[in-house]
């Protein structure tokens, strides 16, 4: 059986990576599997405790992060499509569309 820390350690590295993604990548593509990254961290965390604690309470929750990640997925690519096509680039330097 393999230890909750394990998954713990698995579950931080993977966090680890996803934010390390989140602040240092310039494409929206990979910002956006940076964050799915982070929520499938926290998902493992999740199922990790519930396991450990014989509770069913972080499977639920984990079906609702997947639900949200689903659908930030979704509207995410929708908005990457729509501003590519309008200004020809995927590089979140260039989006300056809310500043004054």
Not at 5 to 32: D, E, K, Q
Not at 45 to 71: E, M, Q
């Amino acid at each position: 059986m393999i230890p909750i820390s394990a998954y713990l350690t698995l579950a931080a590295v993977l966090f680890g990576i996803g934010t390390i993604g989140v602040m240092m990548s310039r494409n929206v593509i990979v910002l956006l599997m940076s964050i799915e990254l982070m929520l499938n961290a926290a998902n493992l965390a999740l199922i990790a405790f519930s396991r450990a604690l014989n509770i069913v309470d972080g499977h639920v929750i984990v079906f609702l992060v997947l639900t949200v990640a689903a659908a930030e997925a979704a509207v995410g690519l929708a908005m990457i499509i729509t501003i590519y096509r309008n200004r020809e680039t995927i590089n979140i330097d260039r989006f300056n569309m809310m500043k004054w």
